[in-house]
């Protein structure tokens, strides 16, 4: 089974610091995407990365994607209330299966 | 254009009843798929229905099934409903399958509680 792990399960810290989340794998995805889900939503997604190495940025967000393709990275920086909220990472271990989602991060920013 | 919607929002049934649920997608998109998120398992996938035919199917009982008519609307049951079963599930839809890197639209989700 592939699974993806994600790190920290919980976190909370107050607007303006900087913080990051990971989403990990013993197995090569051929790409991996990053979903934020509100209270009471579906998740939305925010981000796909395909390419080994690739770096995609979204306003004050950094996304990573690891050289191996095993891994991901979401960095945010100066925090704001808006941003709380579970984030979500998931991939495809092949073209054609189905998606597999992390567990997720639950993210609190306080003002 | 209109988002995925799920009917109904909410439902509480008891052990051993039976429930449908039901997912519009959004216009033009083939692709639904299920998944049942709780808080200790996260979100774990169903099944997913492209063109009325099931390409995926997750790691759950028989007691789940699906369906996608023509018009690319899809129904999940749930049969001998179980206490374990409580969960929100959410409906996904896109236009290329799952697991093709396309953008995934989900839906609000159905809260069911089973007493």
């Known amino acids: 089974t592939q699974l993806l792990e994600q790190s920290p399960q919980f976190l909370s810290i107050q607007e303006g610091e900087n913080l990051t989340v990971y989403c990990n794998s013993s197995?090569?995805?051929?790409?991996l995407q990053w979903y934020r889900q509100e209270p009471g939503e579906g998740p939305v997604l925010l981000v796909t990365v395909v390419t080994g190495g690739e770096v995609k940025k979204l306003k004050r967000l950094t996304f990573q994607f690891g050289d191996a393709r095993k891994d991901s990275s979401l960095h945010i920086t100066a925090a704001q209330p808006g941003d709380t909220g579970l984030y979500l990472c998931a991939g495809a271990p092949q073209a054609g299966t189905a998606l597999i989602f992390g567990k997720g991060t639950t993210l609190s920013v306080s003002s | 254009k209109a988002g995925v919607t799920q009917t109904p929002r909410y439902l509480i049934k008891t052990r051993g009843q039976q429930v449908t649920l039901s997912c519009s997608p959004i216009s033009g998109h083939r692709s639904v798929s299920w998944y049942q998120q709780t808080p200790g398992q996260g979100l774990q996938f169903l099944f997913e229905?492209?063109?009325?035919?099931?390409?995926n199917k997750g790691n759950f009982p028989g007691r789940f099934s699906g369906r996608q008519f023509s018009n690319s609307r899809s129904e999940m049951n749930v049969s001998t409903l179980e206490l374990g079963d409580s969960a929100l599930y959410l409906c996904a839809s896109s236009l290329v399958t799952s697991g093709e890197s396309g953008e995934q639209f989900f839906g609000p989700g159905t809260r069911l509680t089973v007493l």
């Open positions: 197995s090569v995805f051929s790409s």
């Open positions: 229905y492209f063109s009325e035919t099931q390409r």
